[in-house]
C-alpha cells in the first residue's frame, strides 16, 4: 500500500494517478492522545495494523479522491524522532569524494565502517512540493544526494541482522541535501528543508526486499546518479541493527541508507527528479 500525506495535513493512500483521502478513518482508528504521550509517531506505530480497514475504506469507494498533480504532497512521516543517516555507504562514492575537493575540503574520506552513522534533526524533514530552500551562505556548494530511504514501525533495541527488517514499516525516496565544508555533518546537513521524503511510503509488505533495488536522479533532465542497493557497503538490515545498538528505535524514526557516485551541485531553479524501483518518482523545486 501507498500512504501518503497531502494538503494541510491530510492522509492518502494512492493508486496509479489517484489519491483517496482516509483521514477520517486514521482519526476514527487513533482517536486522541493526553499526557503521558506515547514516544514516536503514533500514525506509523498503528499503521500495520490498520492496512486492512484502510483497504476495505478505500474500497467502499464513499471516501474523496484526488488526481495525484491536483494535491501538495508533503512528507510520509510527519513527526520523525531521529533520523538516522549512513556516510559513505556506496565505494564508489568514496572514490569520488577523495578526488573532488568541493567535497571533501581537502580531508580524506573513509567507508562508513569508519564513521558508522550520524543524525539530522528532524526538521530538516519536508515532503517534495515543499521543495528545498537554500540558505543564504556564501562561498558554499550544496549539493543532492539520492537514497533509499525508511521509517521504523515499532520499538527496536539491539536486533541482530537477521531480525532488522521486521522493524520496518516501509520505504520511500530519500534526498540528504549537504552543504559543503568542514563542519560537522550532523550541522552542514540539517538546515531546514534538507531531508526531502516522498513522494509516499511503501508499505514494507507491499515493498518487499530492500535487496536489488534501482534507483537514479536527474538535475533539470540530466541525470547524475544512477545506483543499485546491491552495492551498498552496509545493507539496509545491518544499518538498522547497528543503529538499534547505539540507541532504541522508536516508530516514525527514519533511516538514510547512502548515496552512490554522481552527487552534484544544486542552485535555485533547478529541478530534481528522483526515482526508485517500486515506490515511484518525485519531483523536487530547489528554492
Known amino acids: 500500500?501507498?500512504?501518503?500525506?497531502?494538503?494541510?495535513?491530510?492522509?492518502?493512500?494512492?493508486?496509479?494517478?489517484?489519491?483517496?483521502?482516509?483521514?477520517?478513518?486514521?482519526?476514527?482508528?487513533?482517536?486522541?492522545?493526553?499526557?503521558?504521550?506515547?514516544?514516536?509517531?503514533?500514525?506509523?506505530?498503528?499503521?500495520?495494523?490498520?492496512?486492512?480497514?484502510?483497504?476495505?475504506?478505500?474500497e467502499t469507494g464513499n471516501a474523496t479522491s484526488y488526481e495525484l498533480d491536483a494535491v501538495t504532497l508533503i512528507s510520509p512521516v510527519g513527526n520523525p524522532g531521529k533520523i538516522?543517516?549512513?556516510?559513505?555507504?556506496?565505494?564508489?562514492?568514496?572514490?569520488?569524494?577523495?578526488?573532488?575537493?568541493?567535497?571533501n575540503f581537502g580531508t580524506e574520506i573513509s567507508l562508513i565502517d569508519k564513521?558508522?552513522?550520524?543524525?539530522?534533526?528532524?526538521?530538516?524533514?519536508?515532503?517534495?512540493?515543499?521543495?528545498?530552500?537554500?540558505?543564504?551562505?556564501?562561498?558554499?556548494?550544496?549539493?543532492?544526494?539520492?537514497e533509499l530511504a525508511l521509517v521504523i514501525g515499532k520499538e527496536t533495541r539491539r536486533v541482530t541482522v537477521d531480525e532488522a527488517l521486521s522493524s520496518v514499516a516501509g520505504y520511500f525516496i530519500g534526498l540528504d541535501i549537504t552543504m559543503r565544508g568542514t563542519e560537522d555533518r550532523s550541522y552542514r546537513k540539517s538546515f531546514d528543508s534538507f531531508t526531502v521524503m516522498g513522494p509516499w511510503l511503501v508499505t514494507s509488505d507491499a515493498f518487499g526486499s530492500p535487496e536489488g533495488v534501482a534507483f537514479s536522479l536527474s538535475v533539470n533532465g540530466e541525470q547524475r546518479q544512477n545506483a543499485n542497493t546491491n552495492d551498498l557497503v552496509w545493507s539496509v538490515a545491518k544499518i538498522i541493527s547497528v543503529a538499534s545498538h547505539a540507541y532504541t528505535l522508536y516508530p516514525g524514526d527514519v533511516i538514510l541508507t547512502g548515496t552512490p557516485a554522481g552527487v552534484g551541485p544544486i542552485k535555485a531553479g533547478d529541478k530534481i527528479s528522483a526515482s526508485i524501483d517500486r515506490i515511484g518518482s518525485m519531483e523536487v523545486p530547489v528554492k
Open 84 to 103: 538516522i543517516a549512513a556516510p559513505v555507504n556506496y565505494a564508489d562514492h568514496l572514490d569520488e569524494s577523495n578526488q573532488d575537493k568541493g567535497i
Open 1 to 58: 500500500m501507498k500512504i501518503c500525506r497531502f494538503n494541510e495535513d491530510r492522509v492518502g493512500v494512492v493508486i496509479e494517478s489517484t489519491v483517496t483521502d482516509v483521514t477520517d478513518f486514521v482519526k476514527s482508528e487513533l482517536g486522541s492522545y493526553c499526557w503521558p504521550f506515547p514516544k514516536g509517531d503514533v500514525f506509523i506505530a498503528n499503521l500495520s495494523a490498520m492496512i486492512p480497514g484502510l483497504t476495505e475504506y478505500v
Open 115 to 146: 564513521y558508522a552513522l550520524f543524525l539530522k534533526a528532524g526538521s530538516s524533514s519536508v515532503g517534495p512540493d515543499e521543495g528545498i530552500s537554500l540558505p543564504a551562505v556564501e562561498g558554499r556548494r550544496f549539493d543532492h544526494e539520492v
